[in-house]
Each structure stands twice: as structure tokens, then as C-alpha cells.
């Protein structure tokens, strides 16, 4: 039984950048991909980013591409997102998923995961 915390939220300006963390622990970790989704109020949950965790393949939306990066280490079993250059759109809570399936899924589909974080708030201001 897979438990995930995020961590690593905060209050930033435009422009400034914020990296967040997902420590993966419980029992023995197998999982195809671990992703990144967020949630602004009055607005439905989003795909940000996600990584296929031990080929490391990753996806982004576009609208964070070229800012955002996903990665993980497999030895402490922690994921990443590097948030570069952030904008006020960018707030909201992110959470960390994980497909613990033992077949090949969708990364940028929410319901390819069987796990969820409980969240850690994101804060950009003008």
C-alpha cells in the first residue's frame, strides 16, 4: 500500500521559480508512471506533467512546457517538478499520483492513477 506526500508548496512572485516533492513509501514500490496535477479553485483537476518511472519517458501540458520539469529518483523513491519562471495561472494545489498498474496506462489521464497525495498549495502572485 503506496502512501505520497508532497511537499515543497508555497507563496512565490511571477517569475520566480519553485521545486516540489513527492516522497513515495509504504509498502514495496512498483509503479508505471507518477504524475503531476493541479487544481485552481472553480476550476476542474489538470495534467501538469508526468514520468514513466524506470525508462523515464516524460509528458508535459503545454501549458507548462518549457518551464515546467518533471523527474524522480528511483533510489529514495521521491518525485520532482522543477517550476521555472511561474505566472499567477500556475496557482493552485498540486498533486502527486501514482499508476500502480501492471500494464502500460495513459500518463496525462487522471484515472490512469491509483494513488493520490493530499495535495501541496502553490501561490503565485503578480
Known amino acids: 500500500q503506496v502512501q505520497l506526500v508532497e511537499s515543497g508548496g508555497g507563496v512565490v512572485q511571477a517569475g520566480d521559480s519553485l521545486r516540489i516533492s513527492c516522497a513515495a513509501s509504504?509498502?514495496?514500490?512498483?509503479?508505471?508512471?507518477m504524475g503531476w496535477f493541479r487544481q485552481a479553485p472553480g476550476k476542474e483537476r489538470e495534467f501538469v506533467a508526468a514520468?514513466?518511472?524506470?525508462?523515464?519517458?516524460?509528458y508535459y501540458a503545454d501549458s507548462v512546457k518549457g518551464r515546467f520539469t518533471i523527474s524522480r529518483d528511483k533510489t529514495v523513491t521521491t518525485l520532482y517538478l522543477q517550476m521555472n519562471n511561474l505566472k499567477p495561472d500556475d496557482t493552485a494545489v498540486y498533486y502527486c499520483?501514482?499508476?500502480?498498474?501492471?500494464?502500460?496506462?495513459?500518463?496525462?489521464?487522471?484515472?490512469?492513477?491509483?494513488?493520490w497525495g493530499q495535495g501541496t498549495q502553490v501561490t503565485v502572485s503578480s
Open positions: 499520483a501514482a499508476d500502480s498498474s501492471r500494464i502500460p496506462t495513459i500518463p496525462r489521464l487522471a484515472g490512469s492513477y491509483n494513488t
Open positions: 514520468i514513466t518511472w524506470n525508462i523515464g519517458s516524460t
Open positions: 509504504g509498502s514495496y514500490f512498483s509503479s508505471y508512471a
